[in-house]
């Protein structure tokens, strides 16, 4: 058992005596498909230390993978500069198109040979996989998503994982997988959910067609989903690693992109709900997904003065739902998830796939970090954006048992969702 680690993490879910790290995502690649290598990401994570007018500091960041993009086994140049930079680490195991992870451990055993403690005291836990399961669900199926895994094979990756560093410095790291919200709910899912120490979810408002998703919504449509996978998590500690709305981009339903609207569901989401209370990995610093026309980025090209203004209002719009990060299953007062349709994986690609990135890269020797199998088939689709919706309206407190509400797909919406999706599968 992983007591240990356990308690350390639910240490951090009561949001007491534990920092709430605050970060932003960061895949392998740059928007041209290239490699990121060292200087990238120290820019990045110097940028986010020193943002301005921000609320809290940005030290800490999200990987997809351990892997430097287009190697086969090499450490990601991330580790030198997150020691560089002294920035904490939410490491990331590739988990999709492949049928061993030896690749991901192998870079992470070099990696650690290499820095010692001057890289296992930053790490803050891992997760294995990144919207596998929302992948290979219905609904990512329907989205044409890209390639996923399924929950055995993950529950045998986490295991392969705590095996292989079991007796190491980062033997008690708390380990973890993060999914779209719809997934927690899925009973389907639940030896992935008994495997893992913490939680790690991604929500997009933006992308709830059918949901009355404009932006003045963002927050309750934030809430319903975040208080589901708490009332799905039992106990456990949930992180949220990747949110963010976007300010330039085509509209998605009743969702406009806009600075204004990114500085409004920046105050909605981020200060009223999440802000001290959990840890958060924003998405994003910059955008690295060349095929995602929504742009999520923050600032403009790593400048430290933000699209907009950082810092958190007193009051806000959004009426607080009563659960809470803490308030877990409490089973009755809960808000139901009406419509858990929704799903929206990561506009990230580029970030998750090292995969997409590195299958089109002609860079011979190497295979993507993710597979090692088969990059050639989905591995570049890990991604895109996309989502779905449902059917139901916004009334809370109908009936819902995850799984079966989210087969409620709007049909409507859910065309105008694969038209998209089935643009990003092609990375
Ligand atoms: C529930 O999870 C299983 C396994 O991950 C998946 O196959 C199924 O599609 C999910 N159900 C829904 C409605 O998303
Ligand atoms: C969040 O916590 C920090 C200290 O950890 C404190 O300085 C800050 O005022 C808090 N912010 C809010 C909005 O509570
Ligand atoms: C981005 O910023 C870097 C460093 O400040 C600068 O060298 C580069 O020219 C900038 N690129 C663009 C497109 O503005
Ligand atoms: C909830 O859904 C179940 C199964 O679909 C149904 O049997 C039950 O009556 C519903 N309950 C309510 C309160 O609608």
Redesign the pocket.
């Known amino acids: 058992m992983r007591t240990t680690a356990f308690a350390a993490a639910a240490v951090l879910a009561a949001g007491v005596n534990a920092e709430n790290y605050l970060g932003f995502n960061s895949g392998s690649t740059l928007a041209d498909r290239s490699a990121k290598f060292k200087a990238d990401f120290v820019s990045e994570f110097t940028t986010a230390q020193k943002l301005q007018g921000a609320p809290g500091t940005f030290n800490a960041v999200r990987l997809y993978t351990n892997i430097q993009a287009y190697s086969e086994t090499d450490p990601i140049s991330a580790f030198e500069a997150a020691i560089e930079t002294n920035t904490k680490i939410l490491l990331g195991v590739w988990a999709s198109g492949t049928t061993s992870i030896q690749n991901e451990i192998t870079a992470l055993q070099t990696a650690i040979k290499t820095y010692g403690t001057k890289l296992t005291d930053l790490i803050i836990g891992v997760s294995i996989g990144s919207e596998d399961?929302y992948r290979?669900?219905?609904?990512g199926v329907a989205n044409e998503a890209g390639i996923g895994a399924?929950?055995d094979v993950l529950v045998g990756f986490i295991k392969d994982f705590r095996n292989a560093f079991a007796s190491s410095a980062i033997s008690k790291i708390p380990v973890g997988h993060v999914d779209t919200w719809?997934?927690w709910p899925?009973a389907?899912?639940k030896a992935v959910l008994d495997a893992i120490d913490f939680i790690g979810v991604d929500e997009y408002p933006y992308y709830e067609s059918g949901k009355g998703n404009n932006i003045k919504n963002a927050g309750s449509l934030f809430d319903r989903a975040y208080d589901a996978t708490v009332a799905a998590a039992n106990g456990k500690p949930v992180w949220v690693t990747e949110t963010g709305w976007p300010t330039t981009g085509p509209d998605w339903d009743e969702a406009h992109p806009s600075v204004e609207n990114a500085k409004y569901y920046w105050d909605e989401v981020f200060c009223r709900k999440l802000l001290n209370q959990t840890s958060v990995f924003w998405y994003n610093l910059r955008d690295s997904n060349p095929d995602n026309k929504m742009k999520f980025a923050i600032t403009n090209n790593l400048s430290t003065k933000p699209y907009f203004d950082l810092s958190c209002p007193t009051t806000f719009d959004t009426t607080d739902s009563s659960t809470s990060s803490s308030a877990s299953a409490s089973g009755t007062g809960t808000v139901a998830p009406v419509s858990s349709a929704t799903s929206s994986s990561s506009p990230s690609s580029s970030g998750s796939s090292s995969s997409g990135s590195s299958s089109s890269s002609g860079s011979g020797s190497s295979s993507s970090p993710s597979s090692g199998t088969s990059s050639g088939s989905g591995s570049g689709s890990s991604t895109g954006s996309s989502t779905s919706s449902s059917t139901s309206t916004g009334t809370a407190a109908t009936n819902t048992s995850g799984?079966s509400s989210?087969?409620k797909i709007g049909s409507a919406a859910l065309a105008g969702i694969a038209l998209v999706a089935g643009f990003f599968s092609l990375l």
């Open positions: 399961l290979n669900s219905a609904t399924n929950p719809d997934v899925n389907t899912n799984a989210s087969a």
